[in-house]
Each structure stands twice: as C-alpha cells, then as structure tokens.
C-alpha cells in the first residue's frame, strides 16, 4: 500500500525541524540561520518540485528580524477571510436524541487525564510553545491561528481546514479555547520529563499520534482532508474508491499472499523487504516500493489505493511513528497482518486482534508472515472474517461524522480544562473557509467541505473507562496475541508435509 507517509514524513525530507532550527537559531549567527534556510528551501525545491499549492512561500526576509517573526511573516494560511462569517449561528439540530459515541471516544478522557486534576493554565500552554507549529485560538465560534514554525507540507492548513469544517456543521457548539498543536511525526511531549515530585505539569500540545511514553493530546490527523502532495483523496472518496476497487476481486479470487507497498522509512519496513520472494525464499510476502518522486512525476498512475486490494492479506508496518496508511489498508476486506505497532492514533487503541486483525511480531517478521499467510489460506472463513471486521470498522466506526464528532468531544472536554478565558493573541491570523489554494489542495478542499449545518446532535460521549476495563482490554489484547504465538509454535513444530 501507499505508505505515502512516510517516505517524505521520515528521514528524506529535513524533518526538521523548524523546531530544531529554533532552537540552532538563538544559538548561532543569523547568518547561519539563512544559510539553514535557504538549504531547507532548496531542499524542498529540489525534492518536491511540483508539490502543488504549497502554501509556503519562501522569499526572503530582513536579517534584523527576530527568527520567529520571520517565520512568522514568511507563511500566510491561504485561507483569507474577506468578508463577515461567523460560525455562532444558532444551531438546530432536528432530532433531539443522539446516539452513543463509539467506544474509541472513550481515549479522549485518558488522553486528558494528566490535567484532570490541576486544569490548564495559560502558562502551561506556553510552556509547550518551543513544541508546537501553531497555536488555535477559537473565540466566539471565530478561529485564529498564530503560528510558530511551518509545518511539513501542507498538514497544517489541512487540520486547520477540517478545525473550520467542524465550525461549520456544528455552529456555535465549539466552545471558546486555546490549544496548541504539533503536526510532525514524532511524539514530542514525554512523560518522563514531567515525573517526580518537584517536576512540572506537562504542557498540554495536540498531535496525531501517541505512545506509552508520550503525553501527546491525540487529535485526527490531517488525512481526512486530504493529502494533496500525494493525491490521496479525502476520506469519504478515497474510502469509496477503496471499497469500489475491494468489490471488484473476491477475496478468495485474490493472491494468496501478503502484498505491502511503500516506503522503506523505519527499521521495520527495512525488514519487510528482505521478507519479499527471492530465489532462495518464498515467504508468500510481497512487498513493492512506492517511489514518491517517480510517481509524482508521472502523475501517480500506480500509487492508487483503490488498486491495491488485490491480494488477500495486506501489511499494515509502521513508518517513522504511526502511518495514515492504516485506515487505507483496513478498508480493503483483506485480512490485515499488523505488525506490532508502538504508537497509535484516535482510533487504533480500540482495534482488536483476531477480530479486526492478525498480530505479527516484530522480530523475525519474515517467519511470521508465512504462518500467518498459511493459516489464512487453511481458514479461509475465518480470515475473510477478519478482514471483514476490519473494513467494518473503518467504514462504521470511522464516519467522517464521527471523526467530526470525536474532534468536538475532545475539544469540548479540553476547554472545560481551561482556567483562563481564551483571548486572541495580537499576531493571531482570522481564518475562514475561503482558500485561495490552487490546484489539488483546493480541490481536496472542496469535496471534504462541510456545505450545511448538522441536524443531528453530536452523538453522546461514554464515560472515562474505568482502570479495570482497560487492563481488561489489553489482556484480551495480550491473550489473543498470545493465542496467536500458541499456534505458531505449534505449526513450526510439525514435520514438513503435515504443516498444511
Ligand atoms: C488572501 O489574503 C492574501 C494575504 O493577505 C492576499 O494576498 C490575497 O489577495 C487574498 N485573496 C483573496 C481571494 O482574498
Ligand atoms: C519483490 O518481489 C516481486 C516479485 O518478484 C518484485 O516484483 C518486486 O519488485 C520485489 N520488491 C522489491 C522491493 O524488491
């Protein structure tokens, strides 16, 4: 599968961090520092020559202002508000009861919890600054932004842009705020850097993703938008996309093998490949290299999700940290071979093994594909079941309306954390829908648009799960994973010609 992700999300391009390069700044001679960014400016030239409707305009900037001014001046968000619109608009849904959230909305209290007790005070906020591409300033149902640094590519205005959408449909329902938000790939703010008694409260920053170790607010990343640089459509059509393209071969008519297409970006991947079909190995794996540049070149004719549902097993490895992918591959109605994943985002904590997909682990890869790929092939309904389950959850669980609705929740419970009033900073930008992107962006823009209020109420979020019911689910996890592990040994033990 594309693993768009991360091919430019890691190592090739200068991940750079803006962030880093803060930091570098204070630190060494300012003309360091344009040296620094004319590279980074090159670097993208090169690379991405015909990323369209970049909204970073790189031009050149006076050497006596302050490095984050500049930065600040360099970028504009393309989306301009020219006249009036305000989102406070009554809001009257038609129906009056909602329905229950999905159990993953449940995360949302969990991912808050470190400031269940104290709230968030401004300072804390600011605190997490140095971490952060922009701060979101909602005020009377108006947003604003004031930015930090850009961000890679154009996953800023696209979370900006659903941010505006969830305005849209539910006027006057997103209560006043202030956060911050990090859209790269690494987590950024650790537990362990707040432990201990004279330790400080973490600074409250929203991302994509999280892990064990991590702190991060999880928020849906910018994919349901759309992902202009890499053609991949917003959610609702490239679901439909995929779904049209899984109809079109049955899944016993499919290869029978572990088909993986993407970007060699992390350790894992990097041994995925060695797991593909050589002369000395069939390990009934697949895998295909995305070439990025070439495909962006050629006008991405074999880097279409909705052609890769061809095989019946598909390999969900994770890139740099967590992949977009994920939601790609599970839509496919194959059986999904997850390799264990270390971070997750809003969705993944509630996937379960066996019943939405088949774990693999992660040492000796190659040797676990081919159990995997085996046991498919000798429980064909069992593992059409769960790849059924899989493409079910991202069909019913991952609604644009949900996400829309798990973005409010989260936001709604935030700002009840909030012990300030939010205020709009003075080099804060108004945003509105109006965009002037050109291009893809702009058309990926237009199909994922919000054109009418709900009227529906959002749905209705559960309680926080109580510490009991979450060791309890990932005891499930572990003992079906270690299920898994059992069956595997027990294949591994038989002779040769019994292992069918
Ligand atoms: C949007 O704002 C930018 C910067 O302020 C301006 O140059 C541009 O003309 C505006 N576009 C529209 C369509 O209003
Ligand atoms: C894996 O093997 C297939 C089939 O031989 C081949 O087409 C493909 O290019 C190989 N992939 C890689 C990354 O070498």
Redesign the pocket.
């Known amino acids: 599968m594309a693993e768009p992700v991360k091919i430019f999300h890691d190592g090739c391009f200068p991940k750079v961090g803006l962030g880093r390069l803060k930091g570098f700044v204070t630190k060494t001679t300012t003309s360091i520092f344009f040296f620094f960014l004319v590279f980074i400016g090159a670097l993208i030239w090169m690379d991405f020559p015909i990323i369209r409707g970049s909204p970073f305009s790189f031009t050149s900037s006076s050497s006596k202002t302050h490095p984050e001014k500049i930065q600040h001046e360099r970028i504009q968000f393309p989306l301009n508000c020219s006249s009036f619109v305000n989102y406070m608009k009554a809001f009257e849904p038609k129906e009056s009861s909602a329905k229950a959230c999905p159990d993953y909305f449940r995360w949302i209290h969990q991912d808050l919890k470190p400031w269940k007790t104290s709230g968030i005070t401004r300072d804390m906020i600011d605190r997490g600054i140095p971490s952060a591409d922009f701060r979101l300033v909602i005020v009377n149902g108006n947003a604003y932004v004031e930015r930090y640094r850009p961000s890679f590519q154009t996953r800023d205005l696209f979370t900006i842009w659903g941010i505006l959408q969830l305005l849209k449909l539910y006027p006057g329902q997103v209560p006043d705020l202030e956060l911050l938000f990090y859209c790269g790939d690494n987590t950024v703010i650790m537990k362990k850097d707040y432990q201990g008694h004279w330790a400080a409260s973490p600074p409250p920053v929203f991302h994509y993703c999280g892990e064990k170790a991590a702190l991060d607010i999880i928020f849906p990343d910018w994919s349901f938008w759309g992902w202009a640089e890499v053609n991949i459509k917003p959610w609702e059509e490239i679901l439909r996309a995929i779904q049209k393209g899984a109809e079109t071969i049955k899944w016993e008519k499919r290869e029978p093998y572990a088909f993986w297409k993407g970007a060699?970006t992390s350790g894992d991947r990097g041994d995925l490949?060695k797991c593909?079909?050589?002369d000395k190995h069939d390990w009934h794996v697949?895998?295909?290299?995305q070439d990025w540049g070439k495909e962006i070149g050629q006008g991405f004719k074999h880097s279409n999700l909705e052609d890769q549902c061809t095989h019946r097993y598909k390999i969900y490895a994770e890139g740099r940290t967590w992949s977009v992918s994920e939601k790609y591959i599970m839509a496919c109605d194959s059986m999904t071979l997850m390799i264990q994943p270390e971070y997750y985002d809003f969705f993944s904590r509630s996937l379960v093994p066996l019943q939405h997909f088949w774990p693999i682990r992660r040492e000796n890869k190659c040797r676990h594909l081919i159990f995997a790929v085996e046991w498919g092939n000798s429980h064909t309904q069992e593992a059409q079941a769960i790849g059924r389950a899989g493409s079910k959850f991202m069909e019913e669980m991952l609604t644009m309306r949900n996400v829309y609705d798990y973005m409010f929740h989260l936001l709604n419970e935030y700002s009840k954390l909030l012990k300030f009033k939010p205020a709009i900073p003075p080099d804060a930008q108004r945003i509105c829908a109006e965009t002037t992107e050109q291009g893809l962006a702009k058309e990926f823009m237009l199909q994922s648009m919000v054109k009418s209020p709900s009227d529906k109420l959002p749905c209705t979020l559960p309680p926080p799960f109580e510490t009991r019911a979450i060791r309890a689910s990932l005891d499930v996890k572990k003992s079906k994973t270690k299920q898994v592990e059992t069956w595997e040994a027990n294949y591994w033990k038989k002779p040769d010609d019994k292992k069918q």
Do not use: K
Not at 286 to 289: A, D, G, L, P, W
């Open positions: 060699p490949l593909n079909l050589s697949r895998v295909y290299q």
